[in-house]
Nanobody, 119 residues
């Protein structure tokens, strides 16, 4: 049974930092963070592949860092210099396919989400 469990969300003031974690029950080739704000579509935040290659949405480049610890089967998202525009539900997503895409429909496995609120 594949599971992804996120943690680390919360409320923070603008300019602050948060670190999200996502513990997986198995290894994946592609892992990603997405976010969805009320009334908006789910958008890709960052992706990391099996070779530790990464990609980021332009809106978070230089502020967010995606990483993973293979031994712990844990995905991270370090978020710095947060702004109110970053307020959203954040989801980790993963898939076994060997092409990591920005399209959320290409990820079969999702966590339950963790809320990030920046004021």
């Amino acid at each position: 049974h594949v599971q992804l469990v996120e943690s680390g969300g919360g409320s923070v003031q603008a300019g602050g930092s948060l670190r999200l974690s996502c513990v997986a029950s198995t290894y994946f080739y592609c892992a990603a963070w997405f976010r969805q704000a009320p009334g908006k579509e789910r958008e890709r935040v960052a992706i990391i592949d099996n070779s530790f290659g990464t990609s980021y949405a332009d809106s978070v480049k230089g502020r967010f860092t995606i990483s993973k610890d293979g031994a712990k089967k844990t995905l991270y998202l370090e978020m710095n210099n947060l702004s109110p525009e970053d307020t959203a539900m954040y989801y980790c997503a993963a898939d076994f396919r060997r092409l990591c895409l920005n399209d959320p429909t290409s990820y079969r496995y999702w966590g339950q989400g963790t809320q990030v609120t920046v004021s």
